[in-house]
């Protein structure tokens, strides 16, 4: 394998010559956003890639898009536990329901937890 040649075109930009002989362009994370990716950040770029591709390109280029992932990630998070404590509030399961009858208290924490990632990814994932 020889040297590769990196070439920098107008709008500043480095490129790389392959060994195919195509140009690719040299992308790399801006130092310090190099964030660990969730759940929800995972879903929110497959939708991205998938239906708002021009939008994906563009956040991928310009080297934001881990950052913007790592940022829905943890807002999809802090909503999702926002919402897990509204609904326990709502439907009385308390501490006391989990001391008393534990098979009721797991159901009911499955099904609002269920309910909640539902909401998320509805509102903040696929939008």
């Not at 690719?24 to 950040?41: F, H, S, V």
């Amino acid at each position: 394998m020889g040297k590769l040649e990196k070439v920098i075109v107008e709008n500043g930009i480095t490129y790389v010559l392959g060994e195919d002989d195509i140009y690719y362009p040299d992308l790399q994370l801006t130092r310090g956003t190099n964030y660990n990716i969730g759940k929800y950040g995972h879903m929110r770029c497959e939708y991205l890639k998938e239906f708002r591709h021009r939008y994906y390109m563009e956040l991928l280029l310009e080297g934001k898009l881990n950052e913007y992932l790592h940022e829905v990630d943890e807002e999809c998070y802090e909503m999702l536990d926002r919402l897990v404590e509204q609904m326990k509030v709502k439907q009385g399961v308390t501490e006391q329901l989990k001391a008393e009858n534990q098979m009721l208290w797991v159901g009911n924490m499955n099904n609002i937890i269920a309910c909640a990632e539902e909401i998320v990814v509805r509102e903040v994932v696929y939008v």
